[in-house]
């Protein structure tokens, strides 16, 4: 598949736009992110229709606490990336390098279709970065529209200009991470610049109807100091509004970074803490067994609205409209007059 967003360089080699590294490209070269080729003159993405597997996933788990709760969505990425984190999580994706262990082989209509066909409420880009598949995330995403089924992108917003136009402009919503709110540490453990992040999260919220909600996953020492946390959460009322969500997540031990600490429930708690004295009205935690910092509640009258314990919903507190049943106050969010009944299903999708 010919990828978009690219030019020629006087000295003749091709530069990729998509995200700020704009990588140059000699003949038969790689971006950093392994996927964006320069074949014949031309930049290919090679993942385009093929990916390491399909999963109905729970939306909670993207993760997304205001976007169609206790709603199946159907999940894919692909491989590679275009940051560098030292933390990853996910890394047998993100730092594939067999791309011809991309063996499910899955057009945008037939993943389109899959989702009507298991009753999903959205199909969702993630697992590894979808910046990076821009064109095949759009082309699925235009074909899920047409069968009446949304788009989730999960990404860390390293991406600029055009290509952030047009990618988000067929996303229903987004889950980007905010790694840390400071450039050393993008500079140091992700290999990127902080700025574009916070460029993309102000355009999701100012200039686009793109549900946004952000996560930070907390590493103990790296970027969950008190004073990190308070910037971070002023910042996010003061530029994106009090009503975006977001999620605190604990790390484990995982690809380059083995010699820190699993983050504490405390450490997630205290960030909580942090985020509700600071003005943001909807902070959660996550990847813990933890009911309450899972749960919504209702910043007008403090009562439960959203009770989950993991990706369970286990009470519901909203009326029709979306707003607490208790006190009237809306709940920002996409929400149906009822929540869906998936619950913690992970399946497994065999395409084909
Ligand atoms: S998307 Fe890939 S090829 Fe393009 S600039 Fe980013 S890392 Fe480089």
């Not at 969505?73 to 011809?100: E, Y």
């Not at 960030?271 to 009205?281: L, P």
Request: charged content about 20%.
């Amino acid at each position: 598949m010919e990828a978009r967003y690219w030019h020629l360089l006087n000295d003749g080699r091709l530069c990729c736009e998509v995200c700020p590294r704009e990588c140059r490209l000699a003949e038969g070269q790689r971006g950093v992110c392994f996927v964006r080729t320069r074949q014949e003159g031309r930049l290919i993405l090679e993942t385009y229709g093929r990916s390491t597997g399909f999963c109905l996933d729970p939306i909670e788990k993207k993760p997304l606490n205001h976007f169609l709760p206790g709603t199946a969505t159907l999940s894919f990425g692909t491989a590679g990336c275009n940051l560098t984190c030292k933390f990853c999580q996910n890394w047998h994706m993100s730092k594939s390098r067999q791309v011809d262990d991309l063996a499910v082989q899955a057009t945008p209509e037939a993943i389109a279709r899959a989702a009507r066909h298991f009753s999903c409420g959205s199909v969702s880009f993630t697992y590894n970065d979808p910046v990076i598949f821009l064109e095949y995330a759009v082309d699925t995403a235009i074909a899920c529209h047409q069968q009446g089924v949304k788009t989730v992108a999960v990404t860390a917003g390293y991406i600029q200009g055009a290509a952030r136009e047009e990618f988000f402009r067929h996303m229903d919503a987004a889950n980007v991470d905010l790694k840390a709110f400071s450039d050393a540490f993008y500079r140091r453990l992700v290999g990127g610049h902080r700025q574009v992040v916070l460029e993309t999260l102000e355009y999701l919220a100012k200039e686009t109807k793109v549900w946004l909600e952000i996560t930070t996953l907390l590493i103990p020492g790296e970027n969950d100091s008190i004073q990190e946390l308070e910037d971070q959460c002023r910042w996010m009322v003061d530029h994106l509004g009090e009503g975006v969500p977001i999620h605190f997540t604990a790390f484990h031990p995982d690809w380059r970074m083995l010699d820190k600490p699993r983050t504490s429930l405390a450490i997630l708690n205290r960030a909580m803490e942090i985020a509700g004295k600071n003005g943001v009205r909807y902070a959660y935690t996550g990847n813990v067994a933890d009911p309450r910092g899972g749960s919504t509640w209702c910043p007008g009258c403090g009562k439960l609205t959203i009770g989950r314990t993991g990706w369970n919903i286990t009470a519901w507190h909203l009326n029709e409209k979306g707003a607490c049943q208790h006190c009237g106050m809306v709940c920002p969010g996409v929400f149906a007059a009822k929540p869906g009944t998936w619950g913690s299903k992970r399946i497994p999708v065999r395409m084909g």
